[in-house]
């Protein structure tokens, strides 16, 4: 049986430990995703200005997995690469991994209206709109 293949957006952010948190996430998503496409990393203000600065990117990758599974997926990596509640009480957040989109469905759609994400999916656009 042939699955469909599903085409799926998603959002990556740190600040705390970033730069490495950002190489070790791209690690392990390449685990998973063979065909994964990343944006460049951009440095960030924190949106409610109360923790350090974020370095964010966005990546692009194909998957028969559902939206469950992918997010389910996510939220393990995010704990794998140091994130906790604790921490994000003080505005720590070692890694945020958020799905944009599913296919044609877009997801999170206030951080669509962020300049940092649109600007970051632009520079993978092509490879996500032709994929």
């Known amino acids: 049986m042939i699955r469909k293949m599903n085409k799926?957006?998603?959002a990556i952010g740190s600040n705390h430990e970033a730069e490495r948190?950002?190489?070790e996430v791209r690690v392990l998503l390449q685990g998973f995703f063979s065909d994964i496409v990343f944006s460049p990393s951009m440095q960030t203000k924190d949106i409610n200005?109360?923790?350090p600065d974020y370095i964010n990117m966005v990546a692009?990758?194909?998957t028969s997995l559902s939206y469950q599974q992918v997010n389910s997926l996510l939220k393990k990596l995010q704990?794998?690469?140091g994130n906790s509640e604790e921490a994000r009480s003080r505005h720590e957040v070692a890694m945020d991994l958020d799905i944009l989109a599913f296919n044609d469905r877009l997801y999170h759609l206030n951080d669509w209206q962020r300049p940092y994400i649109k600007q970051l999916v632009n520079t993978i656009?092509?490879?996500?709109?032709n994929t």
Request: net charge negative.
């Open 49 to 51: 200005m109360e923790g």
């Open 21 to 23: 948190r950002m190489d």
């Open 8 to 10: 799926i957006l998603i």
């Open 79 to 81: 704990s794998m690469c």
């Open 60 to 62: 692009v990758f194909h």
């Open 125 to 129: 656009l092509a490879d996500f709109d």
